[in-house]
């Protein structure tokens, strides 16, 4: 007898800690809704706004950490960002979200003159500033973004990393992918069109 098995799944996974073991669950269940969630924040994008979870009320979220001063990784992943943003222009439930881990020299001028320069679409495109303790503890403590397992950070420890997370309309993350690995941001523009399917 041959077994046939279907190979896709229903749902994204959900994650909630820094090994990103996926945990298989119903969108909507009690479960799901026990769940980690990113929790509020306050921070400036490049216009001086404010952003908060207010601001992805009900909407799919891409996050990473970047600073505009970075010579090495950050333009291919503000590039791939943008191959995002393109993506999905036109389709008002998908933002994206980049914070600056050198939020003392990356003021709301620096951010503005950034986002003109890699065509970043206000509103669509949130690159924001703020507390340093705020965005590394979001970046460590919620979002999870460093993978050196085991390894304690501070704050005087730099943060650093090439990973874009997948955050879900009730503020769950649902997938991290490699920022620079072309492959890698193809399957999150994919993710992200069956996570739209889901709600």
Not at 100 to 112: A, E, G, H, N, Y
Request: negative net charge; hydrophobic residues 35%; contains cysteine.
């Amino acid at each position: 007898m041959v077994v046939v098995e279907d190979s896709r799944v229903d749902y994204l996974p959900y994650y909630n800690e820094e090994s990103f073991t996926p945990n298989w669950m119903t969108p909507n269940s009690t479960e799901e809704k026990a769940f980690h969630k990113i929790p509020d924040f306050s921070l400036t994008n490049q216009l001086g706004e404010t952003v908060n979870q207010n601001t992805f009320e009900n909407k799919i979220y891409i996050t990473d950490f970047f600073f505009t001063s970075c010579p090495g990784i950050c333009p291919k992943m503000t590039d791939n960002m943008f191959k995002i943003q393109e993506a999905f222009k036109d389709d008002e439930d998908v933002l994206l979200l980049s914070h600056s881990v050198m939020p003392t020299t990356d003021s709301v001028s620096v951010l503005k003159t950034y986002a003109k320069t890699y065509n970043v679409m206000d509103h669509k495109w949130h690159l924001v500033t703020g507390d340093k303790n705020e965005i590394y503890s979001l970046g460590r403590d919620q979002y999870f973004v460093e993978n050196d397992l085991g390894e304690p950070k501070n704050i005087d420890d730099f943060l650093h990393t090439e990973n874009f997370l997948l955050i879900d309309k009730n503020k769950h993350i649902r997938g991290i992918y490699n920022g620079l690995n072309r492959a890698s941001v193809a399957q999150l523009i994919t993710d992200i069109k069956s996570l739209k399917l889901e709600n």
